[in-house]
């Protein structure tokens, strides 16, 4: 079956561009999260979804991150206004319900950001 | 606050020869769940266990073991007669035990394994 895609799979930009990032998760997996994996910070949390709200954003690391998710599926990160220090594997995540006797998290491929 | 410590940064071997990563931790909660994910040089984080704290059994999947010591806040991964397949980086993680954020980790730096025929 399909696991979680994320697209596009790397993505350079320059300075100053805002960037739009995709996740698809598994069908039927309600709670969505956002990672980002770099070479100083390790892997970090970002925010997470439960259907189309996040309870939780605290991971995310200024004011020029946002996400949304639509019809409880997709979820997009957005980053304006890009610095260097985005640089950085966006991984996302996806489980089937919130509690942990259903699935543990899958994660994607991840996007690679590389901003010039 | 939540602090995963994996001393470790790399360990090398030769195949057939086993590995122990260790992992250890620090949270405030009664309850938490702990976790480790691989991750080959492919990028994809692998998920390989999810242990309940209140849980001190240990587990054995095939050539793999985890030893859970909660009076050391400790939950080590063993692999037995390394492969080739094995060089990756390995996370250990934690989450509180609760329905809306468990799936909120806390990860460790990581653990580079190099496996050498």
């Known amino acids: 079956g399909a696991g979680v895609s994320q697209s596009p799979s790397n993505k350079v930009t320059e300075k100053g561009k805002d960037v739009e990032l995709r996740c698809d998760p598994i069908s039927g997996h309600t709670a969505l999260y956002w990672y980002r994996q770099s070479l100083g910070q390790g892997l970090e949390f970002l925010i997470y979804f439960q259907g189309n709200s996040a309870p939780d954003k605290s991971g995310l690391p200024s004011d020029r991150f946002s996400a949304e998710r639509t019809g409880g599926s997709v979820s997009t990160l957005t980053i304006q206004r890009t610095q260097q220090e985005d640089s950085a594997v966006y991984l996302c995540a996806s489980s089937s319900t919130q509690g942990f006797m259903n699935s543990p998290l899958h994660f994607g491929n991840g996007t690679r950001l590389t901003v010039t | 606050a939540q602090k995963v410590t994996q001393a470790q940064t790399e360990i090398s071997v030769v195949e057939k020869e086993d590995v122990t990563l260790d992992c250890v931790y620090e949270?405030?909660?009664?309850?938490?769940?702990l976790f480790w994910y691989k991750q080959p040089p492919s990028g994809e984080l692998v998920f390989l266990i999810r242990?309940?704290?209140?849980?001190?059994q240990n587990e054995i999947s095939g050539r793999y073991s985890w030893n859970f010591q909660k009076s050391t806040s400790s939950f080590n991964f063993t692999i037995t007669a390394s492969q080739v397949v094995d060089s990756a980086v390995y996370f250990c993680a934690l989450s509180e035990a609760r329905d809306d954020s468990w799936g909120k980790l806390q990860f460790g730096a990581g653990t580079q394994v190099v496996v050498t025929p």
């Open positions: 242990r309940n704290s209140f849980d001190e």
């Open positions: 949270t405030r909660d009664t309850t938490y769940y």
